[in-house]
């Protein structure tokens, strides 16, 4: 114990390493979860629940694809999703289409598709590529927790309750400072995760299961688990995977958005860990299908 209190320790590699991880993690997913909980606490406090009943089909699986394709315009990672789609479900949308909102939209918007061009030039089959696979996979989610999801699984963390005579303004600064509070700690072991993680998976490893087309994409799809890498960054680490098939980077780009160790944690703080459970993985196998068969037919 008093070998891990000594300063030095600090000037080893491993340990340098996994901080710098981490400190990227948070860095990268800080001003994102930021921006979720301001749109989350401006839907609470300014956007009146009867909007949702009109924007939004009656029928859950009729709603699921107008909520996935509306991901395609807010521009942020899978950080800022998960308050946003909190908030839409205590606001009464229905959460099969929150649900498929939370998945497309750090996958789907401009920004992460413009950086998935710059990434990879020359191959605009990547990012339509990209944006059909991750389509799939949120329609898929929501149509699947419509037909067999369960209310007793999810457990939507209350929001602020205004006080008596609040006003607006301090409803929302009150919302912002309660929600960020809350999913700023789940940040923190997402990114506590990750980096433990990365740092222990060796980079020869990786190289030595290139060059198998099933193993190639098991191992990105547990990459992308682990690295957590944001949405905004993610097409930048494919890209220098140059070993790897474009089918197998293609999975690390589905997945990753949709399944990572900080999205766990912050979807475990948000909606409860009964619906972790069930929700991540089942989310993982099907953002696989969707990247292999999408991968299968334009890569």
Known sequence: MLYVLRPAVFEE??????????????LQALPFLVLGVLLSAAISTFVPASFFARALPGRPAAAVPVAG?????????????????????????????ALAFLLSAPAINPVV??????????????????????VLV?????????????????????GHVAAPGESRG???????????????????VGGLTAATLSTVVPRAWL???????????????????????????????AASLVGFSPTARLVFLV??????????????GTFGPRFAARFAPVTLVVAVLAAVGVGAVLL
């Open 170 to 188: 301090e409803s929302f600064r009150a919302a912002v400072q309660h929600d960020l509070l809350h999913a700023g700690g789940f940040l923190v």
């Open 207 to 237: 190289d030595a299961v290139a060059g198998s087309p099933v193993l190639a994409v098991l191992v990105l799809a547990a990459l992308a688990v682990v690295l957590a890498v944001c949405s905004e960054a993610d097409a930048f680490v």
């Open 69 to 97: 394709l509306a991901g395609a315009v807010l521009p942020g990672c899978e950080c800022a999703s998960v308050p946003v789609a909190g908030s839409l479900i205590r606001r009464g949308v229905a959460p099969a289409a």
């Open 255 to 268: 997945v990753g958005p949709a399944v990572d160790v900080k999205l766990i944690a912050l979807q475990a």
């Open 113 to 134: 598709l413009v950086a998935t061009a710059v990434a990879f030039p020359g191959q605009p089959e990547m990012v339509l590529a990209r944006f059909l696979a991750s």
């Open 13 to 26: 590699p491993v340990v340098q390493a996994w901080s710098t991880v981490f400190v990227a993690v948070c």
């Open 138 to 158: 949120a329609l898929v989610m929501g149509w699947l927790w419509a037909s067999f999801g369960r209310a007793a699984w999810l457990r939507v963390r209350a």
